[in-house]
Protein backbone atom coordinates (compact mmCIF):
# COMPACT_ATOMS: atom_id res chain seq x y z
CA UNK A 1 0.00 0.00 0.00
CA UNK A 2 1.48 3.22 -0.84
CA UNK A 3 1.72 6.08 1.38
CA UNK A 4 -0.90 8.29 0.23
CA UNK A 5 -3.34 5.22 0.69
CA UNK A 6 -1.61 4.32 4.03
CA UNK A 7 -2.75 8.08 5.23
CA UNK A 8 -6.24 7.48 4.07
CA UNK A 9 -6.63 4.07 5.77
CA UNK A 10 -5.09 5.62 8.82
CA UNK A 11 -7.87 8.45 8.85
CA UNK A 12 -10.82 6.36 8.04
CA UNK A 13 -9.79 3.99 10.94
CA UNK A 14 -9.78 6.65 13.53
CA UNK A 15 -12.63 8.55 12.48
CA UNK A 16 -14.60 4.84 12.72
CA UNK A 17 -13.41 4.61 16.29
CA UNK A 18 -15.39 8.61 16.83
CA UNK A 19 -18.09 7.58 14.80
CA UNK A 20 -18.28 4.09 16.71
CA UNK A 21 -18.27 5.45 19.98
CA UNK A 22 -20.63 8.37 19.14
CA UNK A 23 -23.02 5.79 17.87
CA UNK A 24 -23.20 7.42 14.39
CA UNK A 25 -23.93 4.91 12.23
CA UNK A 26 -24.39 6.87 9.10
CA UNK A 27 -20.74 8.06 9.59
CA UNK A 28 -19.70 4.66 10.46
CA UNK A 29 -20.94 2.79 7.01
CA UNK A 30 -19.15 5.81 5.56
CA UNK A 31 -15.87 5.01 6.95
CA UNK A 32 -16.10 1.13 6.65
CA UNK A 33 -16.73 1.88 2.47
CA UNK A 34 -14.17 4.89 2.94
CA UNK A 35 -11.63 1.99 4.08
CA UNK A 36 -12.98 -0.76 1.07
CA UNK A 37 -12.46 1.66 -1.32
CA UNK A 38 -8.55 2.15 -0.33
CA UNK A 39 -7.92 -1.56 0.13
CA UNK A 40 -9.69 -1.89 -3.43
CA UNK A 41 -7.59 1.10 -5.10
CA UNK A 42 -4.47 -0.80 -3.44
CA UNK A 43 -5.35 -4.25 -5.19
CA UNK A 44 -5.84 -5.66 -1.63
CA UNK A 45 -9.55 -7.13 -2.69
CA UNK A 46 -10.31 -9.47 -0.45
CA UNK A 47 -9.64 -7.33 2.45
CA UNK A 48 -12.18 -4.33 0.53
CA UNK A 49 -15.01 -6.75 0.44
CA UNK A 50 -15.13 -7.73 4.31
CA UNK A 51 -15.17 -3.62 4.70
CA UNK A 52 -17.84 -3.14 2.17
CA UNK A 53 -19.74 -5.84 3.47
CA UNK A 54 -19.70 -4.37 6.74
CA UNK A 55 -20.51 -1.63 5.05
CA UNK A 56 -23.74 -2.48 3.27
CA UNK A 57 -24.67 -4.04 6.64
CA UNK A 58 -24.46 -1.16 8.54
CA UNK A 59 -26.54 0.82 5.98
CA UNK A 60 -29.04 -1.45 5.35
CA UNK A 61 -29.63 -1.64 9.13
CA UNK A 62 -30.35 1.92 9.60
CA UNK A 63 -32.58 1.76 6.23
CA UNK A 64 -29.75 3.90 4.21
CA UNK A 65 -30.65 2.45 0.74
CA UNK A 66 -29.04 4.68 -1.07
CA UNK A 67 -25.52 4.57 0.29
CA UNK A 68 -26.88 0.61 0.44
CA UNK A 69 -26.72 0.96 -2.90
CA UNK A 70 -23.42 2.64 -3.75
CA UNK A 71 -21.58 0.01 -1.34
CA UNK A 72 -23.05 -3.26 -3.15
CA UNK A 73 -22.40 -1.71 -6.21
CA UNK A 74 -18.49 -1.28 -5.12
CA UNK A 75 -19.17 -4.79 -3.58
CA UNK A 76 -20.15 -6.59 -6.98
CA UNK A 77 -17.10 -4.92 -8.46
CA UNK A 78 -14.93 -6.55 -6.41
CA UNK A 79 -16.88 -10.03 -6.38
CA UNK A 80 -16.45 -9.59 -9.92
CA UNK A 81 -12.36 -9.41 -10.15
CA UNK A 82 -12.06 -12.29 -8.18
CA UNK A 83 -14.37 -14.01 -10.03
CA UNK A 84 -16.99 -14.70 -7.23
CA UNK A 85 -19.81 -14.48 -10.05
CA UNK A 86 -22.62 -15.69 -8.50
CA UNK A 87 -21.73 -13.95 -5.59
CA UNK A 88 -21.01 -10.52 -7.50
CA UNK A 89 -24.98 -11.14 -8.89
CA UNK A 90 -27.03 -11.17 -5.69
CA UNK A 91 -24.68 -8.16 -4.52
CA UNK A 92 -25.39 -6.05 -7.94
CA UNK A 93 -28.95 -7.01 -7.86
CA UNK A 94 -29.68 -6.09 -4.49
CA UNK A 95 -28.22 -2.70 -5.27
CA UNK A 96 -30.54 -1.93 -8.22
CA UNK A 97 -33.30 -2.79 -5.72
CA UNK A 98 -31.92 -0.52 -3.26
CA UNK A 99 -31.16 2.26 -6.12
CA UNK A 100 -34.21 2.39 -7.87
CA UNK A 101 -36.00 5.45 -6.61
CA UNK A 102 -32.95 7.60 -6.13
CA UNK A 103 -31.21 6.85 -9.75
CA UNK A 104 -28.51 9.78 -9.88
CA UNK A 105 -28.03 10.37 -5.95
CA UNK A 106 -27.17 6.21 -5.95
CA UNK A 107 -24.95 6.14 -8.85
CA UNK A 108 -26.89 3.94 -10.62
CA UNK A 109 -25.12 3.86 -13.61
CA UNK A 110 -21.91 2.10 -11.84
CA UNK A 111 -24.22 -0.26 -10.65
CA UNK A 112 -25.19 -1.28 -14.11
CA UNK A 113 -22.09 -0.68 -15.43
CA UNK A 114 -20.66 -3.24 -12.72
CA UNK A 115 -23.43 -5.68 -14.37
CA UNK A 116 -22.30 -5.27 -17.64
CA UNK A 117 -19.11 -6.45 -16.94
CA UNK A 118 -20.27 -9.20 -14.98
CA UNK A 119 -22.82 -10.58 -18.18
CA UNK A 120 -19.80 -10.14 -20.28
CA UNK A 121 -17.58 -12.37 -18.05
CA UNK A 122 -20.28 -14.74 -18.03
CA UNK A 123 -20.45 -14.79 -21.74
CA UNK A 124 -24.18 -13.64 -21.91
CA UNK A 125 -24.16 -11.22 -24.70
CA UNK A 126 -27.67 -10.29 -24.57
CA UNK A 127 -27.89 -9.70 -20.69
CA UNK A 128 -24.54 -7.82 -21.41
CA UNK A 129 -25.97 -5.50 -23.75
CA UNK A 130 -29.48 -4.35 -21.51
CA UNK A 131 -26.92 -3.45 -18.96
CA UNK A 132 -24.75 -1.39 -21.30
CA UNK A 133 -27.83 0.49 -22.47
CA UNK A 134 -28.86 0.65 -18.99
CA UNK A 135 -25.86 2.19 -17.65
CA UNK A 136 -25.73 4.55 -20.77
CA UNK A 137 -29.53 5.77 -19.86
CA UNK A 138 -28.54 6.60 -16.10
CA UNK A 139 -25.25 7.91 -17.05
CA UNK A 140 -27.47 10.38 -19.56
CA UNK A 141 -29.71 10.90 -16.83
CA UNK A 142 -27.42 11.87 -14.03
CA UNK A 143 -25.59 14.42 -16.64
CA UNK A 144 -28.80 15.96 -17.88
CA UNK A 145 -29.72 16.97 -14.47
CA UNK A 146 -26.19 18.68 -13.55
CA UNK A 147 -24.44 15.96 -12.67
CA UNK A 148 -20.25 17.15 -12.61
CA UNK A 149 -18.53 16.58 -15.60
CA UNK A 150 -15.84 14.68 -13.87
CA UNK A 151 -14.48 12.46 -16.51
CA UNK A 152 -11.12 12.92 -18.95
CA UNK A 153 -13.56 11.92 -21.85
CA UNK A 154 -16.42 14.39 -20.55
CA UNK A 155 -13.83 17.60 -20.71
CA UNK A 156 -13.00 16.08 -24.59
CA UNK A 157 -16.37 16.06 -25.49
CA UNK A 158 -17.10 19.50 -23.47
CA UNK A 159 -14.11 21.11 -25.51
CA UNK A 160 -15.55 19.45 -29.13
CA UNK A 161 -18.58 20.60 -28.62
CA UNK A 162 -17.73 24.49 -28.01
CA UNK A 163 -15.31 23.97 -30.93
CA UNK A 164 -18.06 22.38 -33.07
CA UNK A 165 -20.33 24.98 -31.84
CA UNK A 166 -18.36 28.30 -32.14
CA UNK A 167 -16.02 27.00 -34.82
CA UNK A 168 -17.44 24.75 -36.95
CA UNK A 169 -16.71 21.30 -38.09
CA UNK A 170 -13.55 21.85 -39.46
CA UNK A 171 -12.25 23.46 -36.68
CA UNK A 172 -13.55 20.36 -34.46
CA UNK A 173 -12.29 18.17 -36.75
CA UNK A 174 -8.41 19.47 -36.22
CA UNK A 175 -9.23 19.58 -33.09
CA UNK A 176 -9.58 15.60 -32.85
CA UNK A 177 -6.90 14.76 -35.43
CA UNK A 178 -4.81 17.21 -32.86
CA UNK A 179 -5.66 14.44 -30.29
CA UNK A 180 -5.54 10.94 -32.31
CA UNK A 181 -2.01 12.42 -32.82
CA UNK A 182 -1.55 12.13 -28.70
CA UNK A 183 -0.98 8.05 -27.76
CA UNK A 184 -1.71 8.54 -24.12
CA UNK A 185 -5.74 8.51 -25.05
CA UNK A 186 -5.18 4.62 -25.21
CA UNK A 187 -8.60 2.77 -25.73
CA UNK A 188 -10.38 6.18 -26.06
CA UNK A 189 -9.22 6.21 -29.59
CA UNK A 190 -12.94 4.88 -30.42
CA UNK A 191 -14.65 7.88 -28.80
CA UNK A 192 -12.00 10.06 -30.88
CA UNK A 193 -13.06 8.60 -34.05
CA UNK A 194 -16.99 8.81 -33.24
CA UNK A 195 -16.19 12.73 -32.26
CA UNK A 196 -14.92 12.70 -35.95
CA UNK A 197 -17.65 11.09 -37.85
CA UNK A 198 -19.58 14.05 -35.99
CA UNK A 199 -17.41 16.68 -36.74
CA UNK A 200 -17.92 15.57 -40.62
CA UNK A 201 -22.20 15.74 -40.27
CA UNK A 202 -23.24 12.47 -38.46
CA UNK A 203 -25.61 12.93 -36.27
CA UNK A 204 -27.85 9.77 -35.59
CA UNK A 205 -27.50 8.87 -31.77
CA UNK A 206 -26.94 5.26 -33.37
CA UNK A 207 -23.39 6.30 -33.44
CA UNK A 208 -23.25 5.97 -29.60
CA UNK A 209 -24.98 2.38 -29.75
CA UNK A 210 -21.46 0.83 -29.87
CA UNK A 211 -20.67 -1.50 -26.98
CA UNK A 212 -16.48 -0.60 -27.54
CA UNK A 213 -17.21 2.66 -25.45
CA UNK A 214 -17.53 2.47 -22.00
CA UNK A 215 -21.02 4.08 -21.20
CA UNK A 216 -19.63 7.03 -19.63
CA UNK A 217 -18.19 7.72 -23.38
CA UNK A 218 -21.83 6.81 -25.16
CA UNK A 219 -23.51 8.97 -22.43
CA UNK A 220 -21.15 11.83 -23.61
CA UNK A 221 -21.33 11.78 -27.37
CA UNK A 222 -25.25 11.34 -26.92
CA UNK A 223 -25.07 15.02 -25.27
CA UNK A 224 -22.65 16.69 -27.62
CA UNK A 225 -25.43 15.09 -30.25
CA UNK A 226 -28.38 16.07 -27.96
CA UNK A 227 -26.48 20.12 -28.04
CA UNK A 228 -26.18 20.32 -31.80
CA UNK A 229 -29.79 19.17 -32.36
CA UNK A 230 -30.90 21.72 -30.04
CA UNK A 231 -28.36 24.25 -31.54
CA UNK A 232 -29.83 23.39 -34.98
CA UNK A 233 -26.00 23.12 -35.71
Not at 46 to 51: H, L, N, P, Y
Not at 65 to 75: D, P
Not at 177 to 186: K, N, Q, V
Not at 206 to 212: G, V, W
Request: with cysteine; aromatic share 10%; net charge negative.
Amino acid sequence: MTKHYSEAEDYYRKALIIFTQLNDRSSEANCLAGLGNVYDASNLTKQAIGFYRESAHVSKNIGDKRHECIVRGNLGNALIKLRCYEDARKELIRAIDCGQYFDSEAELWRVWGNLYMLEKAENNSREAWIAWQEAVKKRVSYRLNGGENNTDAGYLCESFCKTILHEGGHAASRLVAIELADETWGNCIILLNKLAKIALGERSPKLAEDEQLHYEWAAEVLLVLDRLRKAGV
